[in-house]
């Protein structure tokens, strides 16, 4: 059985030095490691990817859920562990609630993998 890594306040965007300048400390570490580990599911990625790409700047989990093809509540289940690890921001509205990138999150991820990849 995989063992589970412990849960920290992932939140806000990743903040240290680049993976490529040297070896990374412990903390940090895990910081990326959490971060990647939410999006190493294809699903996650495609909820990302459909979240970035929308035209509004933000869907309903009702239409995500419809763009993947699965159900709400699966939905719902990726889009609290990205929430969880500051790749979302979601809003209730109403019986709807809202979900949009945030792309701060993303491009410090980015950063911290290769220091040239978000310039």
Same mark, same amino acid.
């Given at each position: 059985?995989?063992?589970?890594?412990? #849960?920290?306040?992932?939140?806000?965007?990743? %903040?240290?030095?680049?993976?490529?300048?040297?070896?990374?400390?412990?903390?940090?570490? !895990? #910081?990326?490691? !959490?971060? @990647?580990?939410?999006?190493?599911?294809?699903?996650?990625?495609? @909820?990302? *990817?459909?979240?970035?790409?929308? +035209?509004?700047? $933000?869907? %309903? +989990?009702?239409?995500?859920?419809?763009?993947?093809?699965?159900?709400? /509540?699966?939905?719902?289940?990726?889009?609290?562990?990205?929430?969880?690890?500051?790749?979302? #921001? /979601? #809003?209730?509205?109403?019986?709807?609630?809202?979900?949009?990138?945030?792309? $701060? /999150?993303?491009?410090?991820?980015? *950063?911290? @993998?290769?220091?040239? %990849? %978000?310039?």
């Amino acid at each position: 059985m995989p063992k589970t890594l412990p #849960e920290v306040d992932v939140s806000a965007p990743v %903040c240290c030095s680049p993976v490529a300048a040297g070896p990374v400390g412990d903390d940090a570490a !895990l #910081e990326i490691a !959490l971060r @990647l580990k939410a999006l190493a599911d294809p699903v996650r990625v495609k @909820l990302v *990817s459909l979240l970035f790409s929308s +035209s509004t700047g $933000e869907e %309903c +989990s009702r239409d995500l859920a419809a763009a993947v093809g699965l159900a709400e /509540s699966t939905v719902s289940h990726h889009l609290s562990r990205l929430r969880r690890t500051g790749f979302v #921001e /979601s #809003e209730r509205r109403g019986m709807n609630v809202y979900h949009r990138a945030r792309d $701060e /999150s993303l491009v410090a991820l980015c *950063s911290v @993998l290769d220091p040239s %990849c %978000c310039r």
